[in-house]
Structure formats: C-alpha cells, structure tokens
C-alpha cells in the first residue's frame, strides 16, 4: 500500500500519506483525519467496521486483491518441505502466528486435509504478529518453516524459500479497503480508491505476493 500511494502521488502529484502499525497507533488518528481504511484481510476490515460503525461509509467497501497461504522455509529447503503432509514428518518445529491475517490460518490449511492435530503437535512457537515472527525467524534457527501468507516471504527473501501449495489446497485471505464518513479530501479518496483497482496498483501488489 505504501508503494501504490507513492505512485498515485507521482501520477497525480497529491501526496497520500499512509499510517501504519498496531490499532492502537493509527485507530485514534483515524477518527480525526483518515480518509480511508485499509487491510490485509476482509475478516480483519469487517471487525474494525464492526467496533467503529459510525467512522466508515459501508457502501465504499471495496474489496482488491486476494493472497494465498503457503509454507515458509528455511534457505535451500534443508527439510525437504515439498507438500503440506512433509509438515508432520519428524523433527519438524512450526512457527505460527495468531491474530491478524493469519488468524486461523494454519487451521484453515490442515482442515482441508483433515491434519489439524497434526499440525497442532508440531508448533513450537506461537507469536501475535507479523513482525514479531519476522523476528523469531531471524534468531531462532530450529524453526523450520511458518504457514503464512506468500507477501511475508518477500520480507524474508534472503533467509527463507516459499513452498507454493497445489491449486485445491490454497487458502486465501482477500484484502479491501473503505472510506471514513468524515473523509475531508473526498474527491482524492475517490480517486486512490480507484487508483488501488488499477493495473498499475495490481502489478504492485502481485510484486509483494498477491494474486
């Protein structure tokens, strides 16, 4: 999202500034000057329209880009990770993440192959965030891979391998956007709006693992 406001405002010469981090960051200045709302899961943007009914306009809810969940690796694939059931082999240390976009995820993926206590033995660690498993995975060398989504491998690129998961096992989580009732900049909302379902906008997001 940083990158498609960085292009809107190259294109359109209006400077789009994006707030970022936990809730408890950017929420409060969202009720004074957001023009709009942005998240990496529609499950995540519907729990924020539902705490904060009367700070959005539910009828500009768009929805962009969906990514899948797959598994992260160490560099090089030491394990051998080739397919979801590999997870369940011995020796097999999982990391996990529990809120956000990955709420439920690895669940998600083990249901539909009927693996959930499986996997459920094999995670060693579990942390809240994104970042904080990030972090993990830089300091802790025994994890060996993460269920995640594909646009965490970018960040890791360097220190890990993405195991892409047959067609009929991917989940998926969406990603969407709304405008506040009070936008002030109304008619620029509009447009990055419209801006963010453009080719342009897309190209940016398959970049960072959305399809």
Not at 60 to 75: D, E
Not at 173 to 186: I, M, Q
Request: net charge neutral; glycine share 6%.
């Amino acid at each position: 999202i940083d990158e498609c406001a960085d292009k809107f405002s190259r294109i359109y010469g209006i400077k789009a500034d994006v707030v970022t981090g936990p809730g408890e960051t950017w929420i409060p200045r969202a009720r004074e000057d957001a023009d709009i709302v942005y998240e990496e899961a529609e499950h995540l943007l519907t729990l924020f329209m539902t705490r904060y009914p009367c700070l959005v306009d539910q009828s500009t809810r768009t929805s962009l880009y969906v990514q899948p969940a797959g598994i992260l690796v160490r560099k090089g694939n030491p394990k051998r990770i080739r397919s979801f059931e590999d997870l369940i082999g011995a020796n097999i240390c999982l990391l996990d993440v529990s809120s956000g976009a990955h709420a439920g995820l690895w669940e998600d993926v083990a249901g539909l192959k009927g693996l959930i206590p499986d996997i459920r033995k094999k995670i060693v660690m579990s942390v809240e965030t994104g970042a904080e498993a990030v972090e993990k995975w830089k300091t802790v060398p025994e994890l060996d891979a993460w269920i995640t989504l594909e646009s965490w491998h970018t960040r890791l690129r360097d220190m890990a391998d993405w195991v892409r998961l047959p067609k009929g096992e991917r989940i998926y989580r969406g990603t969407a956007a709304v405008a506040t009732h009070f936008y002030k900049n109304r008619e620029t909302a509009r447009m990055f709006m419209e801006f963010l379902q453009t080719s342009n906008s897309h190209a940016v997001f398959q970049k960072w693992g959305w399809e």
